[in-house]
C-alpha cells in the first residue's frame, strides 16, 4: 500500500509516512544508545560491550549484569538499528510487523543478543531466499525474529572452548544453516495455531532448537541454561522505560490529534496478521504502543518484580506488538492468568520464571480477543506451567521461549476447541436436547 492510499485510509488514526517511521524508529534506538553512552564511561563501556560480544547469551543473559547497564543500552540500540536499516535497505514499508521485529530484536539486545550474532541468522534467510528465486523483503520478517537463535552463533564460537578463530567460522556456519532452514518452517507453524500466538516465529526457533541442542548433545557438546539476573538497576530502569512508554503515548495522542481510533482497535481479536498500523493509522497504533507499555510497566511493579535486562526486554516487546495483535483489553486477561496461576502453584509473581511469562504470554492474546477474557485468564494459566518446562528442552538456545510454549498453548486450546465447534454442527440435535 502506498503511503498516499494509507494517508487516505485511516485519517482519524494519524498517517505517518515511511521516512516518519523510519525516523523515528531511529530516535527511540539511539535513545538507548544515548542513555547507555551517559550511565558508563567510555573505556567501562567498550570493555562491556566486548563481554556482551563473547558471551553464550542463552537464556537467561542479563547483559546489564554481564557487561554493565551502558554497556546493555548501547548493545540494544544497535541491535535495533540493525533490523531498522534491514528494513531500509529491502525497501519494505515499516508495518506492524517490521515495528514489532524492530522493538523485539532491541529488546532482546539486552539479554541474549548481540550486534553481530544476529547477521549469519539473517544472511542464512537470504540465502534461502536466493535458492527459491525469491525476493529477500518476502523472508523479511523470518529474518528479524529468526534472531531468537542468535545465542547458538555466540555458544559455538565461544561455549565450548574452540580457538578463537574456528569458534567464530563455526558459529557464523551454524547461524547461517539455522536461518536457511528456518523459512520453510515457519509456514507451517502458523497452521498449528492457526495465528492464535504472535509469535510464530518464536515456535518454530523453539522446535528448531530442540533439534539443535539434541544433535550438539549427541557429539558430547554440552549446553546449559545461563543465570545471570541483575537487581541493582531496577531504579534507573523503572524510570527510563516509564518515559520510553509515555513519549509513545503522547507522540500518538499529537499524531492522531485525540484518542483516534483506540476504540475500534480494542474491539479486534489481534490474530496474525493484524497490522494496526495499516487499518487504524500511525497515531493510533503508537498511543496503543504507550498504553500497552505502561501495562507491562504496571505489572512489573504489581508482581514485586525488578526492572532489568530481561523484564525491560519483555516491555519492549509487548510495545513493538501493540502495533501488531496486541491491545490493553486483549494482554489483561493473559496475564491475570499467569498472575494468579503464579500464587496458585508453586511459584511467586516476583520470581524470574513467572515474571517474564507475564510479559511475553501476551503473545496468546488474540485468544482472550476471540473467546473471551475468561478463555485468556486459562490461556495465561496454563501457558505458565509450560514455559516453566519448555527451557531446558533447547537449553536456552532460543531466546523466545515463550514463543515455545505459547504456540504449544494456543495449538492445545484451539485444537479443542476447533473440535468442540465441529462436534456441535455434527451433533445438532444433541446439543438442544443438552
Not at 554440552?222 to 516509564?242: K, N, Q
Request: with cysteine.
Amino acid at each position: 500500500m502506498s503511503e498516499r492510499s494509507q494517508g487516505q485510509a485511516r485519517p482519524s488514526g494519524g498517517s505517518l509516512s515511511r521516512r516518519g517511521w523510519l525516523i523515528l524508529l531511529t530516535v527511540y534506538m539511539l535513545a538507548l544508545i544515548v542513555l547507555g553512552v551517559i550511565l558508563e564511561p567510555s573505556q567501562d563501556l567498550w570493555d562491556g560491550l566486548l563481554r556482551i560480544f563473547q558471551a553464550p547469551g542463552v537464556l537467561i543473559s542479563d547483559y546489564a549484569e554481564i557487561g554493565g547497564l551502558g554497556s546493555a543500552l548501547v548493545n540494544a540500540g544497535l541491535v535495533g538499528i540493525g533490523g531498522i536499516l534491514l528494513a531500509q535497505f529491502s525497501g519494505v514499508d515499516f508495518s506492524g510487523a517490521i515495528v514489532a521485529a524492530v522493538f523485539t530484536m532491541a529488546g532482546f539486545g539486552l539479554f541474549g543478543k548481540n550486534v553481530w550474532s544476529i547477521w549469519p541468522i539473517i544472511l542464512g534467510v537470504a540465502l534461502f531466499g536466493r535458492v527459491v528465486r525469491r525476493p529477500f523483503e518476502r523472508y523479511i520478517i523470518v529474518a528479524m525474529f529468526g534472531t531468537a537463535l542468535a545465542p547458538l552463533v555466540t555458544q559455538v564460537a565461544f561455549g565450548f572452548g574452540l580457538p578463537l578463530l574456528l569458534g567464530l567460522l563455526l558459529g557464523t556456519l551454524a547461524g547461517v544453516v539455522v536461518g536457511f532452514v528456518l523459512p520453510s518452517l515457519a509456514v507451517y507453524m502458523l497452521r498449528l495455531h492457526q495465528g492464535f500466538s504472535l509469535y510464530n516465529v518464536g515456535l518454530t526457533c523453539g522446535l528448531l532448537g530442540i533439534v539443535v541442542i539434541a544433535l550438539l548433545e549427541s557429539v558430547g557438546l554440552e549446553v546449559s541454561l545461563a543465570g545471570h539476573w541483575s537487581t541493582e538497576y531496577s531504579r534507573v530502569l523503572g524510570i527510563a522505560l516509564l518515559v520510553y512508554v509515555l513519549s509513545m503515548l503522547v507522540a500518538g495522542l499529537v499524531l492522531a490529534r485525540g484518542l483516534g481510533r483506540i476504540r475500534r482497535l480494542v474491539r479486534e481479536a489481534g490474530m496474525l496478521p493484524s497490522d494496526f498500523i495499516e487499518s487504524h493509522g500511525a497515531g493510533t497504533a503508537l498511543i496503543n504502543m504507550g498504553l500497552v507499555g505502561l501495562v507491562g510497566w504496571g505489572y512489573i511493579l504489581l508482581a514485586g518484580g525488578v526492572f532489568n535486562g530481561p523484564t525491560v526486554g519483555g516491555v519492549m516487546t509487548m510495545v513493538g506488538f501493540a502495533a501488531f495483535g496486541k491491545h490493553v483489553l486483549n494482554v489483561l486477561p493473559v496475564m491475570a492468568g499467569v498472575y494468579l496461576g503464579s500464587w496458585v502453584l508453586v511459584w511467586e509473581p516476583g520470581q524470574a520464571g513467572p515474571l517474564l511469562a507475564a510479559l511475553f504470554a501476551t503473545t496468546l492474546a488474540p485468544l482472550s480477543g476471540r473467546f473471551g477474557p475468561l478463555l485468556g485468564v486459562l490461556a495465561g494459566g496454563i501457558h505458565l506451567t509450560m514455559v516453566m518446562r519448555t527451557g531446558p528442552w533447547h537449553a536456552g538456545l532460543n531466546l523466545y521461549n515463550n514463543g515455545l510454549a505459547g504456540g504449544l498453548t494456543a495449538t492445545l486450546i484451539v485444537s479443542v476447541i476447533t473440535w468442540w465447534s465441529s462436534w456441535r454442527e455434527e451433533h445438532p440435535g444433541r446439543e438442544r436436547r443438552g
